[in-house]
């Protein structure tokens, strides 16, 4: 089972993608990024840390508290929302950048993306 962190827009979480539905529903489905996997387990959903681009100390914490409650995070998603908030708005996130820098640090893989809806 693949225990994953996803990481979400923190403007538009819960204005224009309501509750995470969708990201919920594609690894519930399998579908998505999520379609790799044997199977899919949401092990904690956060926001981005809000503009200028605050994922490195956001997600820091995550991991932080994720190993003090002996959670283990098997990869992390960068949501679909940050990635469409990149293409078509002023989101100033370096989304090859993050990743790079969150593989680095963490030590597991980083996902561009969750769902296709």
Do not use: W
Not at 1 to 10: D, E, G, K, R
Not at 79 to 97: F, H, S, W, Y
């Amino acid at each position: 089972m693949a225990n994953i962190l996803i990481v979400s827009c923190t403007k538009i979480r819960d204005v224009s993608c309501i509750a995470c539905l969708k990201c919920f529903k594609a690894a519930a489905l399998k579908e998505g990024e999520f379609a790799k996997y044997d199977s899919v387990q949401i092990m904690g959903l956060s926001g981005c840390g809000d503009c200028p681009g605050l994922v490195m100390p956001k997600v820091g914490l995550v991991m932080e508290m994720a190993d003090y409650l002996l959670q283990d995070i098997d990869a992390i998603h960068i949501g679909t929302c940050v990635v469409r908030a990149k293409n078509t708005a002023a989101c100033p996130i370096d989304l090859d950048g993050i990743k790079a820098k969150l593989e680095g640090k963490f030590g597991k893989p980083v996902v561009l993306g969750t769902h296709n809806y």
